[in-house]
Protein backbone atom coordinates (compact mmCIF):
# COMPACT_ATOMS: atom_id res chain seq x y z
CA UNK A 1 0.00 0.00 0.00
CA UNK A 2 2.56 2.24 0.92
CA UNK A 3 4.56 1.49 -2.43
CA UNK A 4 1.12 2.47 -4.25
CA UNK A 5 0.82 5.68 -2.40
CA UNK A 6 4.33 6.64 -3.16
CA UNK A 7 3.90 6.44 -6.66
CA UNK A 8 0.56 8.20 -6.68
CA UNK A 9 2.66 11.25 -4.69
CA UNK A 10 5.69 11.43 -7.64
CA UNK A 11 3.07 10.69 -10.37
CA UNK A 12 0.69 14.05 -9.30
CA UNK A 13 3.74 16.14 -8.62
CA UNK A 14 5.57 15.62 -11.43
CA UNK A 15 3.22 14.43 -13.94
CA UNK A 16 5.70 12.45 -16.16
CA UNK A 17 4.61 9.18 -18.39
CA UNK A 18 6.71 5.85 -17.71
CA UNK A 19 5.86 3.27 -20.23
CA UNK A 20 7.16 -0.13 -20.30
CA UNK A 21 7.51 -2.18 -23.55
CA UNK A 22 6.97 -5.27 -22.59
CA UNK A 23 6.90 -9.34 -24.61
CA UNK A 24 8.86 -12.27 -24.73
CA UNK A 25 12.37 -12.35 -26.40
CA UNK A 26 12.16 -10.98 -29.97
CA UNK A 27 8.93 -10.12 -29.94
CA UNK A 28 9.39 -6.78 -31.42
CA UNK A 29 10.22 -4.21 -28.04
CA UNK A 30 13.26 -2.76 -29.72
CA UNK A 31 11.30 -2.08 -33.24
CA UNK A 32 9.12 -0.39 -31.14
CA UNK A 33 11.19 1.84 -29.18
CA UNK A 34 12.90 2.63 -32.11
CA UNK A 35 9.94 3.74 -34.15
CA UNK A 36 9.28 5.90 -30.96
CA UNK A 37 12.60 7.26 -30.60
CA UNK A 38 11.46 9.54 -33.77
CA UNK A 39 8.98 11.49 -31.49
CA UNK A 40 10.37 14.53 -29.81
CA UNK A 41 9.83 14.93 -25.75
CA UNK A 42 9.59 11.10 -25.74
CA UNK A 43 13.31 9.91 -24.01
CA UNK A 44 13.75 5.78 -24.78
CA UNK A 45 15.38 3.34 -22.46
CA UNK A 46 16.14 -0.18 -24.36
CA UNK A 47 17.11 -3.00 -22.13
CA UNK A 48 21.11 -2.63 -20.98
CA UNK A 49 21.47 -5.82 -22.90
CA UNK A 50 24.89 -5.12 -24.22
CA UNK A 51 26.31 -4.59 -20.15
CA UNK A 52 24.84 -8.04 -19.46
CA UNK A 53 27.21 -9.46 -22.13
CA UNK A 54 30.22 -7.58 -21.11
CA UNK A 55 30.59 -7.23 -17.29
CA UNK A 56 34.35 -5.80 -17.03
CA UNK A 57 35.23 -8.53 -20.11
CA UNK A 58 32.67 -11.27 -18.42
CA UNK A 59 29.42 -12.07 -20.40
CA UNK A 60 27.45 -13.33 -17.59
CA UNK A 61 24.11 -13.61 -20.51
CA UNK A 62 26.20 -15.88 -22.65
CA UNK A 63 27.51 -17.85 -19.23
CA UNK A 64 23.81 -18.12 -18.44
CA UNK A 65 22.13 -19.49 -21.24
CA UNK A 66 25.68 -22.30 -21.81
CA UNK A 67 24.63 -23.13 -17.45
CA UNK A 68 21.58 -22.00 -16.08
CA UNK A 69 21.87 -23.42 -12.92
CA UNK A 70 25.40 -22.29 -12.26
CA UNK A 71 25.16 -18.58 -13.69
CA UNK A 72 21.06 -17.76 -13.86
CA UNK A 73 21.81 -15.88 -10.35
CA UNK A 74 24.52 -14.13 -11.55
CA UNK A 75 23.04 -12.85 -14.80
CA UNK A 76 19.52 -12.08 -12.87
CA UNK A 77 21.55 -10.02 -9.91
CA UNK A 78 22.96 -7.85 -12.33
CA UNK A 79 20.12 -7.11 -14.29
CA UNK A 80 18.10 -6.73 -11.32
CA UNK A 81 20.74 -3.90 -10.95
CA UNK A 82 20.59 -2.27 -14.06
CA UNK A 83 17.12 -2.33 -14.32
CA UNK A 84 16.69 -0.97 -11.30
CA UNK A 85 19.41 1.95 -12.44
CA UNK A 86 17.10 2.19 -15.60
CA UNK A 87 14.13 3.22 -13.22
CA UNK A 88 15.86 5.51 -10.76
CA UNK A 89 17.34 8.00 -13.90
CA UNK A 90 15.89 11.50 -13.26
CA UNK A 91 13.23 11.97 -15.90
CA UNK A 92 14.36 14.77 -18.38
CA UNK A 93 11.10 14.40 -20.85
CA UNK A 94 7.48 13.90 -20.31
CA UNK A 95 7.50 10.76 -21.75
CA UNK A 96 9.25 7.93 -21.21
CA UNK A 97 9.54 4.61 -23.05
CA UNK A 98 11.80 1.83 -21.63
CA UNK A 99 11.98 -1.91 -22.30
CA UNK A 100 10.49 -4.17 -19.70
CA UNK A 101 11.46 -3.63 -16.21
CA UNK A 102 12.27 -4.49 -12.85
CA UNK A 103 9.25 -6.41 -12.69
CA UNK A 104 9.04 -8.34 -15.68
CA UNK A 105 12.83 -9.00 -14.46
CA UNK A 106 11.71 -11.06 -11.82
CA UNK A 107 8.35 -11.77 -12.49
CA UNK A 108 9.03 -13.79 -15.53
CA UNK A 109 12.64 -14.62 -16.34
CA UNK A 110 13.57 -15.39 -12.56
CA UNK A 111 10.40 -17.16 -11.93
CA UNK A 112 10.91 -19.05 -15.23
CA UNK A 113 14.96 -20.21 -14.39
CA UNK A 114 13.09 -20.78 -10.95
CA UNK A 115 10.14 -22.99 -11.92
CA UNK A 116 12.28 -24.73 -14.59
CA UNK A 117 14.41 -26.52 -11.61
CA UNK A 118 17.44 -24.25 -13.25
CA UNK A 119 17.54 -21.95 -10.42
CA UNK A 120 18.43 -23.36 -7.23
CA UNK A 121 16.08 -22.91 -4.43
CA UNK A 122 18.63 -20.53 -1.90
CA UNK A 123 19.72 -18.38 -4.63
CA UNK A 124 15.95 -18.14 -5.63
CA UNK A 125 15.12 -16.48 -2.19
CA UNK A 126 18.18 -14.49 -2.30
CA UNK A 127 17.24 -12.85 -5.32
CA UNK A 128 13.95 -12.71 -4.03
CA UNK A 129 14.78 -11.13 -0.83
CA UNK A 130 16.87 -8.27 -2.69
CA UNK A 131 14.11 -7.42 -4.78
CA UNK A 132 11.47 -7.32 -2.05
CA UNK A 133 13.93 -4.91 -0.49
CA UNK A 134 13.97 -2.78 -3.39
CA UNK A 135 10.37 -2.35 -4.29
CA UNK A 136 9.41 -1.97 -0.88
CA UNK A 137 11.75 0.79 -0.19
CA UNK A 138 12.44 2.61 -3.81
CA UNK A 139 9.57 4.24 -5.77
CA UNK A 140 9.34 2.43 -9.29
CA UNK A 141 6.73 4.30 -11.06
CA UNK A 142 5.14 2.25 -14.44
CA UNK A 143 1.95 4.21 -15.66
CA UNK A 144 2.02 1.74 -18.87
CA UNK A 145 2.61 -1.87 -19.84
CA UNK A 146 2.37 -1.77 -23.29
CA UNK A 147 2.52 -5.81 -24.03
CA UNK A 148 3.65 -6.90 -27.57
CA UNK A 149 1.72 -10.20 -27.66
CA UNK A 150 3.07 -12.73 -29.47
CA UNK A 151 2.91 -16.37 -30.39
CA UNK A 152 6.44 -18.28 -29.39
CA UNK A 153 7.22 -19.51 -33.13
CA UNK A 154 7.31 -16.10 -34.41
CA UNK A 155 9.56 -15.22 -31.85
CA UNK A 156 11.81 -18.04 -32.44
CA UNK A 157 11.57 -17.04 -36.20
CA UNK A 158 12.80 -13.94 -35.13
CA UNK A 159 15.14 -14.77 -32.67
CA UNK A 160 17.07 -16.74 -35.39
CA UNK A 161 16.16 -13.69 -38.18
CA UNK A 162 18.34 -11.87 -35.32
CA UNK A 163 21.46 -13.91 -34.67
CA UNK A 164 22.53 -12.80 -31.10
CA UNK A 165 25.37 -15.76 -30.71
CA UNK A 166 24.14 -16.08 -26.96
CA UNK A 167 20.26 -16.92 -28.01
CA UNK A 168 21.63 -19.83 -30.70
CA UNK A 169 21.04 -22.53 -27.94
CA UNK A 170 17.35 -20.94 -27.20
CA UNK A 171 14.75 -23.77 -27.77
CA UNK A 172 11.04 -22.98 -28.50
CA UNK A 173 10.23 -24.78 -25.18
CA UNK A 174 12.21 -21.73 -23.83
CA UNK A 175 9.91 -19.30 -25.58
CA UNK A 176 6.87 -21.13 -24.88
CA UNK A 177 7.82 -20.66 -20.91
CA UNK A 178 8.40 -17.14 -21.00
CA UNK A 179 5.18 -16.70 -23.11
CA UNK A 180 3.36 -18.50 -20.60
CA UNK A 181 4.42 -16.83 -17.32
CA UNK A 182 3.70 -13.25 -19.46
CA UNK A 183 0.16 -14.45 -20.13
CA UNK A 184 -0.31 -15.69 -16.86
CA UNK A 185 0.69 -12.44 -15.43
CA UNK A 186 -0.36 -9.43 -17.80
CA UNK A 187 -4.00 -11.51 -19.41
CA UNK A 188 -5.22 -13.62 -17.12
CA UNK A 189 -3.87 -12.28 -13.94
CA UNK A 190 -2.97 -15.37 -12.09
CA UNK A 191 0.49 -14.56 -10.97
CA UNK A 192 1.84 -11.69 -9.67
CA UNK A 193 0.15 -8.34 -8.76
CA UNK A 194 0.75 -5.86 -12.07
CA UNK A 195 1.82 -1.82 -11.09
CA UNK A 196 0.65 -0.57 -14.15
CA UNK A 197 -2.65 -0.52 -17.27
CA UNK A 198 -1.75 -2.99 -19.32
CA UNK A 199 -2.11 -2.05 -23.14
CA UNK A 200 -1.81 -5.14 -25.48
CA UNK A 201 -1.06 -5.06 -28.59
CA UNK A 202 -1.11 -7.96 -31.18
CA UNK A 203 2.20 -8.45 -32.39
CA UNK A 204 2.69 -11.36 -34.94
CA UNK A 205 2.23 -9.05 -37.78
CA UNK A 206 4.61 -7.87 -40.11
CA UNK A 207 6.35 -4.25 -39.65
CA UNK A 208 4.07 -2.25 -42.23
CA UNK A 209 1.09 -3.62 -40.12
CA UNK A 210 2.70 -3.20 -36.53
CA UNK A 211 3.95 0.37 -37.51
CA UNK A 212 0.57 1.51 -37.92
CA UNK A 213 -1.28 -0.39 -34.81
CA UNK A 214 2.09 1.69 -33.29
CA UNK A 215 0.49 4.83 -34.86
CA UNK A 216 -2.80 3.82 -33.83
CA UNK A 217 -2.50 3.64 -30.07
CA UNK A 218 -0.15 6.63 -30.12
CA UNK A 219 -2.53 8.54 -27.94
CA UNK A 220 -3.03 6.14 -25.59
CA UNK A 221 0.67 5.31 -24.77
CA UNK A 222 1.86 8.99 -24.68
CA UNK A 223 -0.96 10.27 -22.80
CA UNK A 224 -1.46 7.59 -19.90
CA UNK A 225 -0.06 9.74 -17.33
CA UNK A 226 -2.10 12.37 -15.61
N1 LIG B 1 6.97 -7.03 -37.13
C1 LIG B 1 8.10 -7.65 -37.45
N2 LIG B 1 8.11 -8.52 -38.49
C2 LIG B 1 9.25 -9.18 -38.81
N3 LIG B 1 10.44 -9.04 -38.17
C3 LIG B 1 10.48 -8.19 -37.12
C4 LIG B 1 9.32 -7.46 -36.71
N4 LIG B 1 9.66 -6.69 -35.66
C5 LIG B 1 10.98 -6.94 -35.41
N5 LIG B 1 11.47 -7.83 -36.30
C6 LIG B 1 12.83 -8.38 -36.35
O1 LIG B 1 12.86 -9.42 -35.35
C7 LIG B 1 14.08 -9.39 -34.63
C8 LIG B 1 13.79 -9.14 -33.15
O2 LIG B 1 13.23 -7.84 -33.02
P1 LIG B 1 13.64 -6.90 -31.79
O3 LIG B 1 12.95 -5.60 -31.98
O4 LIG B 1 15.13 -6.88 -31.61
O5 LIG B 1 12.98 -7.73 -30.59
P2 LIG B 1 13.15 -7.58 -29.01
O6 LIG B 1 13.74 -6.24 -28.72
O7 LIG B 1 11.77 -7.74 -28.49
O8 LIG B 1 14.04 -8.70 -28.57
C9 LIG B 1 14.93 -8.32 -35.28
O9 LIG B 1 15.77 -8.93 -36.24
C10 LIG B 1 13.90 -7.39 -35.96
O10 LIG B 1 14.44 -6.74 -37.08
N1 LIG C 1 15.60 -10.65 -16.90
C1 LIG C 1 16.06 -11.04 -18.11
C2 LIG C 1 15.86 -10.25 -19.23
C3 LIG C 1 16.35 -10.69 -20.43
N2 LIG C 1 17.01 -11.86 -20.51
C4 LIG C 1 17.59 -12.27 -21.79
C5 LIG C 1 16.62 -12.67 -22.84
C6 LIG C 1 17.33 -12.34 -24.12
O1 LIG C 1 18.23 -13.38 -24.46
C7 LIG C 1 18.14 -11.10 -23.75
C8 LIG C 1 17.52 -9.80 -24.15
O2 LIG C 1 16.14 -9.91 -24.29
P1 LIG C 1 15.31 -9.23 -25.50
O3 LIG C 1 15.42 -7.76 -25.27
O4 LIG C 1 15.97 -9.61 -26.77
O5 LIG C 1 13.94 -9.73 -25.36
O6 LIG C 1 18.28 -11.16 -22.35
C9 LIG C 1 17.18 -12.64 -19.38
O7 LIG C 1 17.74 -13.75 -19.47
N3 LIG C 1 16.70 -12.22 -18.21
Not at 58 to 82: A, E, H, I, K
Request: glycine share 2%; with cysteine.
Amino acid sequence: EKQIDKNKKLKSEECHDLCCISGNIASGKTTCLEYFSKTSDIEVLTEPVSKWRNVQGCNPLGLMYQDPSRWGLTLQTYVQLTMLDRHVLPMSTPVRMMERSIYSAKYIFAENLYKSGKMPEVDFAVLSEWFEWIIKNIAIPVDLIVYLQTSPQTCYERLKQRCRDEEKVIPLEYLESIHNLYEDWLIHHKSFEVPAPVLVIPADHDLKKMLHQYEENREKILMAHC
